[in-house]
């Protein structure tokens, strides 16, 4: 079956711009998460999803990262006014109902590249 | 809190011999413990997981992690390296009982020479 995707897979913008990721989770998953993957920082968590409510967005590095989802399935990371230190693989996952045994299955990513 | 430490950030074996990546973690609570394997340019794969079950864990592509909690570690280990295994590999905890939040260790690179 499909795994969780991400689009677009790269993208370049220049500082000062909006962005928008998207995440298409796993049909079923009613668990979502996002993270980001920067060298020398590893992989931090951003924040967890479960159905559209995000009891957990203590990850967001600042106000200018939000993120929604709806209808309990696709979830879009927007960061307004790009900083250079954004750029970074952001990468999202998705599990069956969010439990610290489970699984979660992650996307591809998508590569953020701040001019 | 949970936390968890890779004790080697680069490993490197020939094919064919043993691997070792070593993982110790911290947890409060009782812990889910996972390792993930991330290949060049692709998404990160789950290689196998303890959940309170049976402390020896059996997983894909011949790897298998050991749960203790005497030493709070959970080292991953293959008998024989293929080339197929180099790639990064990361240790995660999450507590059990929680909603899922998985803290990562900082990742292990494995290279593998012929």
């Known amino acids: 079956g499909a795994g969780v995707s991400q689009s677009p897979s790269n993208k370049v913008t220049e500082k000062g711009k909006d962005v928008e990721l998207r995440c298409d989770p796993i049909s079923g998953h009613t668990a979502l998460y996002w993270y980001r993957q920067s060298l020398g920082q590893g992989l931090e968590f951003l924040i967890y999803?479960?159905?559209?409510?995000?009891?957990?967005k203590s990850g967001l590095p600042s106000d200018r990262f939000s993120a929604e989802r709806t209808g309990g399935s696709v979830s879009t990371l927007t960061i307004q006014r790009t900083q250079q230190e954004d750029s970074a693989v952001y990468l999202c996952?998705?599990?069956?109902?969010?439990?610290?045994?489970?699984?979660?299955?992650f996307g591809p990513g998508t590569r953020l590249t701040v001019l | 809190a949970q936390s968890v430490t890779q004790l080697d950030s680069h490993v490197s074996v020939s094919e064919g011999t043993p691997v070792l990546l070593r993982c110790n973690y911290s947890s409060s609570y009782s812990p889910s413990l996972f390792w993930y394997v991330q290949h060049p340019n692709k998404g990160l794969q789950l290689l196998l997981k303890y959940t309170s079950a049976a402390t020896l864990v059996k997983g894909i592509n011949g790897f298998e992690a050991e749960f203790k909690k005497s030493e709070t570690s959970f080292h991953l280990t293959k008998p024989s390296a293929h080339m197929s295994d180099a790639a990064e590999y990361f240790c995660?905890?999450?507590?059990?009982?929680?909603?899922?939040?998985?803290?990562f260790g900082a990742g292990t690179q494995v290279v593998v020479t012929p």
């Open positions: 996952a998705s599990s069956t109902p969010g439990q610290g045994y489970n699984e979660q299955f």
């Open positions: 999803f479960q159905g559209n409510s995000a009891p957990d």
């Open positions: 995660v905890v999450s507590v059990t009982d929680s909603w899922g939040k998985f803290q």
